[in-house]
């Protein structure tokens, strides 16, 4: 059963909450396909409405408190386990897995809403420059 929990939990967070708070604000969801064309979410639903511009504070919380709980869950059964090693190697993994994506995939994202996103100032600035429309959102609401 707590496995069932925690698929539900990464498919609802994943499937609905994080295309909610992040992706919609990505240039990819303002695409004309019904299905994200993004590395991360490819071929995910666009439910929800194209918001151009940063993500609130609110959209924030929600975002890492959803991912606290994806990595978080399998923690407390580890350690209720005492599976040390395990525990251990997921911790390492994970911290692999976050690094790898930050310096590989974050650094050339176009979701500049992404609190992970670590693309250069400078290709911030092309980017807006190439595409007024998001540009205009940016400094409707900056930082939102």
């Not at 690094?99 to 600035?125: E, H, I, Y």
Request: overall charge positive; aromatic content about 16%.
């Amino acid at each position: 059963m707590p496995l069932l929990i925690y698929v539900a939990v990464v498919v609802g967070f994943f499937g609905f909450v994080e295309i909610r708070v992040m992706c919609s604000h990505c240039p990819h969801y303002a695409e004309k396909s019904v299905t994200l064309g993004c590395w991360a979410n490819h071929g995910a639903p666009k439910l929800w409405r194209y918001r151009p511009g940063p993500m609130s504070t609110a959209e924030k919380m929600v975002f890492f408190g959803g991912l606290v709980v994806v990595w978080g869950y399998p923690i407390a059964f580890i350690i209720g386990a005492g599976l040390w090693f395990l525990l251990g190697l997921y911790v390492l993994l994970t911290t692999g897995f976050l690094v790898t994506l930050k310096m590989f995939l974050c650094s050339q994202c176009m979701n500049f809403a992404c609190p992970l996103n670590g693309v250069p100032d400078s290709a911030r600035a092309l980017f807006f420059e190439r595409n007024p429309s998001v540009a205009e959102a940016w400094q409707e609401r900056p930082g939102a």
